[in-house]
Every structure is written in structure tokens, then in C-alpha cells.
């Protein structure tokens, strides 16, 4: 008989092995569990921790950290003696964390690709990329134009934090009405508690996987700030891939009623469309600038200067580990996918 202490790291390794299998099986996990188990979880969950605007899960994890900190501390003059029980005891703790992840939330990185429910092809050539890029530049330009009627000021979003979770909702229900799948209901959205941390890991926001809120760091320039919000959203209603939640950001952005969202995600798109001309070659993105409003080129500036206060020797640690933990969970392309969504932009730009 096998005995207590080898039963949840003996679960670890069978639930490795099973989550392997199952996600050869992408139809079965967007049936079975993306639209089947995991709505009714993430239901429960954000009604449970929404009710507050405090996010209950960065004090959650505020306290799981002291928890594991303190065991640590209390075990160290005896971890050689008792090094066996203590890296059982860890593999436990592990075998449950993962458990919990996956049965709540992360199961969805394994569901069917969203270009292939949306039947789109998202590879494109240079030469598309470029024609699309000024297209982008131009819907931007006309737009920044419309807010400041001046083409050399930077756009400055009028909207409280809180104004803006309540229209990301509003953005979600008029993309709603463009792809039924888009769905968002029971709001838990909330300015993270650690926003000030995030700032110094490079991260907008997060998704907190065992309370379903939305995470958002509360430091960001105000332009990019519905994107961001709308992008973490899209991981609530299922959609882990963070190319496909950068995409559903844009998405919810451009469809909505208010021009300052639409502002956000048009900007946030020509962004990635020169940073993509970027990895195609050096340079490449130089003769697109001149076509670009001064005023947007200041809000670019704003982000530039936003990542330099903030910068710091943590945030390459934090980007490899979660390049490692993308790539870990089949996101081939790792911290690159974030400029991926730009392939289903074009893709869904020839349907």
C-alpha cells in the first residue's frame, strides 16, 4: 500500500502525463471543458470575488508567499537531516497548486486555435504586412484627429479606472454582437494590488487563475489602459493564448462605441505592426514613422518612458521565467506570441 506522503507527488506525475495526452485532443478540451466545464467555474468565481473591488487574489497570494516563506525559514537548520519529507511535502504542495490551475483555468491553453474557429489564415507575407501597417496608421491617424483635433498632441483618456472597467464591459457586449463567442458576462475586474511590482516585471495585468479576476496594473499610461483591460478579460472568458488575447483586446477595442477604446486599440495595433517589421528586418519599420501622427508618437513616447522609470534587473528574470512557463504550456512562440495576434488581424482583414 502506497503510503500518504508519496500519494500527491505520485498525482503530479499522473496528471503531467495526463494533461500531455489530452492536449493532443484540442476538439475534445474546447468541448468538454472550455465550453463546457470551465464558463460554470468561472461563473462562480467571479460572482464569489467580485463583489469587492480590493483583489482578493493578490492578498491570496500575499499570503500563500508568507506561508511558503515561514516554511522555508522554519525547516532550513534541519533540510539536510530531513531533505526527503521536505522535497516530498513541496511536491505535494506543487502536485495541488497544478491541480488547481488547470481544473480552474489553464486547461484553455490546449483548446482549438482561434484561427481555425475563426477559419482564417494567419500567416501573411512582407508585403501584406506593410500594406496593412499604413491602413492601421491611417484608421489611427484619422481617429487621434478626431479626439484632439490636433495632430501634434498625445491623446489624454478622461475616464477614472473604474469608468473604464464598466465600459470594457459595454466594449465586450458590442463584440458581442459581431462573434457570439466573445461573450463576457459577470464582471471581476479589478486594479491590481500590485501594480507597482508589476510595473518592474513589464506586465500589464494578469489573470488570476483560482479567483477568475482580472488583473490590471493601475501604473499604466492611460492610453493603453482599455486595451490592457479588455486583453485580460478576453483570458476570463477562456482564451489563454496571449496572441489570441491580444487579439480579442484589439477586437473588443475597435468595436466599441467609445473613441478613446477605439483609440487604444488601433495605437496598440500599428505598435506591433512596426514592432513585427522590426523582426523582419532592422530598420524596417523607420519609413512607416513619418505617416504618423505627432500626437501618437508622443503617446508611443509615453509607454517608452513609462518602461524606463520602471526598468530593472527583475524584469528579464520575470520575462525568461514566463517566456519558459508559456512555452511549458504549448505556446510555442513563448513572450513572442504577444506580437503574433498581428498574423489574425490580417487573417481576419481578407475574410
Not at 463584440?175 to 475586474?189: A, G, M, P
Not at 462605441?257 to 532592422?282: M, P, T, W
Amino acid at each position: 500500500m502506497v503510503q500518504k506522503k508519496y500519494i500527491l507527488p505520485l498525482l503530479l506525475l499522473i496528471q503531467l502525463i495526463v494533461l500531455k495526452i489530452a492536449s493532443l485532443f484540442p476538439k475534445f478540451i474546447e468541448a468538454f471543458y472550455s465550453n463546457g466545464i470551465y464558463p460554470f467555474l468561472s461563473k462562480f468565481l467571479r460572482i464569489t470575488f467580485g463583489f469587492t473591488s480590493i483583489s482578493i487574489g493578490d492578498v491570496l497570494y500575499g499570503i500563500v508567499l508568507f506561508l511558503v516563506f515561514k516554511w522555508f525559514w522554519n525547516v532550513r537548520k534541519t533540510w539536510k537531516i530531513n531533505w526527503k519529507d521536505n522535497l516530498l511535502k513541496i511536491l505535494s504542495f506543487a502536485s495541488v497548486f497544478y491541480f488547481l490551475f488547470h481544473f480552474l483555468w489553464a486547461t484553455n491553453y490546449h483548446r482549438v486555435p482561434l484561427n481555425e474557429k475563426l477559419e482564417i489564415d494567419k500567416e501573411y507575407s512582407t508585403a501584406e504586412l506593410e500594406v496593412f501597417t499604413m491602413e492601421l496608421i491611417e484608421k489611427t491617424n484619422a481617429i487621434h484627429h478626431q479626439i484632439t483635433k490636433n495632430d501634434s498632441l498625445k491623446v489624454t483618456i478622461p475616464y477614472s479606472t473604474k469608468e473604464i472597467f464598466e465600459k470594457s464591459v459595454q466594449s465586450y457586449q458590442s463584440t458581442e454582437k459581431h462573434f457570439s463567442f466573445l461573450k463576457y458576462q459577470n464582471e471581476s475586474i479589478k486594479p491590481s494590488l500590485i501594480s507597482i511590482p508589476l510595473s518592474y516585471m513589464g506586465f500589464g495585468g494578469y489573470l488570476n487563475p483560482f479567483t477568475n479576476e482580472a488583473q490590471v496594473n493601475d501604473c499604466l499610461p492611460k492610453y493603453n489602459f482599455p486595451t490592457t483591460t479588455l486583453h485580460e478579460m478576453a483570458h476570463q472568458i477562456g482564451y489563454a493564448s496571449e496572441s489570441e488575447a491580444n487579439f480579442i483586446g484589439f477586437l473588443a477595442s475597435v468595436k466599441s462605441d467609445d473613441i478613446y477604446f477605439q483609440y487604444s486599440g488601433y495605437s496598440f495595433a500599428v505598435k506591433h505592426c512596426l514592432r513585427n517589421l522590426e523582426r523582419i528586418e532592422e530598420g524596417k519599420s523607420k519609413k512607416f514613422v513619418p505617416f504618423i501622427n505627432r500626437g501618437i508618437l508622443k503617446n508611443y513616447e509615453e509607454s517608452k518612458q513609462f518602461n524606463e522609470q520602471y526598468q530593472s534587473f527583475i524584469e528579464p528574470i520575470f520575462e525568461t521565467f514566463y517566456d519558459n512557463f508559456l512555452k511549458f504550456n504549448q505556446q510555442k512562440d513563448g513572450m513572442e506570441g504577444y506580437s503574433k495576434f498581428v498574423g489574425l488581424m490580417i487573417g481576419l482583414g481578407r475574410k
